[in-house]
């Protein structure tokens, strides 16, 4: 897996919006932390253009990601927020560029479709981390790890075991993201080949019934037979209907992996919680799951 350079002192980095709009007072915070760390901080030419809930038309989220793509003085492409648009980009871009001189792009939840298609075609390492919009209620252990994974510092978690965790130890790359994203991914160029690697998923807002069927459909296309490992991080905010499903979202994730023997690790944080912290996408990783569970980056 190629590895994008390391930040330095001075480097210049954009944020841009490959989906939701986005305002100037809600990045404004994330832009100060980034002059803190020493960057150079551009923005997109049409960040802050609206299409009805999106940051500017298709065509121009395109442009923006698409010239930072090109620019080699760029080393970091930060995505503003997510909410949806990203998967209605991806086919218009070009990463010739790109692949000859990789930069770290940083996202999480709809940026997913990024990580997922650059990590399956191209072999690049992202970040899978905060993003500009929610800066102000980060924990400063889920900043400190972006800035640690952008300037090359060492990476390790140690967190708290779960009831539900099938424990073990395991290494390989880790991959992934959002689930609802990974789902809407499969069949496509940029479903994941998560063979012998460790795969990562969060959710936010679903509905448990369709966890059961993302996790139904994973299984199905293959995605979850062969793992080295299986990690879930936050499953936020989730509905349930009038009449119960009977099932949390854990119990029906663990229920789709019953037959393989892998360790699986519950209440990892990283999603869509405060407390997210960064995970190199693409790297490999050593897991440790027993009565305290450790995830750490080779």
């Not at 936020?236 to 119990?251: F, V």
Request: glycine share 8%.
């Amino acid at each position: 897996m190629q590895k994008p350079s390391n930040l330095k002192q001075g480097d210049k980095v954009v944020i841009l919006s490959t989906a939701r709009k986005i305002s100037d007072t809600e990045i404004a915070p994330a832009i100060k932390v980034f002059k803190g760390w020493g960057l150079e901080v551009v923005l997109g030419a049409n960040l802050f253009n609206q299409s009805d809930q999106f940051s500017g038309t298709t065509a121009q989220r395109t442009s923006d990601l698409q010239v930072a793509l090109d620019d080699e003085k760029i080393k970091a492409i930060f995505c503003a927020r997510g909410g949806y648009g990203t998967v209605k980009i991806i086919d218009e871009l070009d990463f010739t560029n790109f692949i000859e001189s990789p930069k770290w792009i940083v996202g999480y939840s709809d940026v997913t479709v990024l990580h997922n298609h650059i990590n399956h075609n191209f072999n690049i390492e992202t970040l899978h981390a905060s993003m500009p919009i929610n800066f102000t209620t980060n924990t400063k252990e889920s900043l400190d790890s972006l800035r640690n994974a952008l300037f090359g510092e060492s990476l390790a978690y140690n967190f708290d075991s779960h009831e539900m965790n099938r424990t073990g130890y395991a290494q390989g790359e880790i991959v992934g993201g959002n689930l609802s994203i990974i789902y809407s991914l499969t069949g496509t160029s940029s479903q994941l080949n998560t063979k012998g690697k460790i795969l990562f998923i969060e959710d936010l807002d679903e509905y448990i019934y369709h966890i059961d069927r993302m996790m139904m459909n994973l299984k199905r296309a293959g995605i979850l037979e062969n793992l080295a490992g299986f990690v879930i991080g936050s499953m936020s905010d989730m509905n349930d209907n009038t009449i119960p499903y009977g099932k949390s979202a854990k119990e029906i994730i663990l229920e789709s992996v019953k037959e393989y023997d892998y360790p699986v690790c519950f209440n990892f944080p990283a999603g869509h919680i405060d407390d997210n912290r960064t995970l190199i996408m693409g790297r490999k990783v050593e897991l440790n799951f027993s009565d305290n569970c450790s995830l750490k980056f080779n």
